[in-house]
């Protein structure tokens, strides 16, 4: 099945290195799990050029992990998730909270109907780190 229709767009690795004149791309599928990951791990706010692009994390810092809290993370991630058009459908699962990292997994459901995108993110509240645990 073609996965032209969700994208290609640049590597955004830890260095961005030319080749020969030119830079690494992703495509498809690769594609839309960066721009997600992008999506998960940009503070809101950050990008003056889109101010509502991103996640404002800093509400939750230093939170108990009750229910309703858990609750609303998990709805935030979903709605910023939900925000990019390649995915039908997006499906969070908060795996731990002890008040200071978060540790959520993302399943996006590609439009074109294939296979589930999987994508694990701890948060470090207490140094606003972020890291991609793992994402296929």
């Known amino acids: 099945m073609a996965e032209n229709h969700l994208g290609t767009d640049i590597a955004f690795q830890d260095d961005i290195t030319a080749i ?5 791309l992703v495509e498809g599928r690769k594609c839309l799990l960066q721009d997600i990951r992008l999506r998960l791990t940009t503070p809101r706010g950050d990008l003056w050029c889109h101010p509502d692009y991103g996640i404002d994390l800093y509400r939750f810092l230093h ?16 709605e910023e998730a939900a925000q990019d058009p390649r995915g039908d459908s997006v499906n969070v699962t908060l795996t731990s909270w002890d008040g200071y990292t978060v540790k959520v997994i993302v399943i996006i459901n590609p439009v074109d109907g294939g296979n589930p995108i999987n994508l694990v993110i701890g948060y470090d509240l207490a140094t606003m780190t972020v890291e991609v645990l793992s994402g296929a």
């Open 20 to 24: 020969f004149g030119d830079v690494d």
């Open 63 to 78: 939170l108990e992990g009750t229910a309703i809290n858990r609750l609303d993370l998990v709805r935030t991630i979903e």
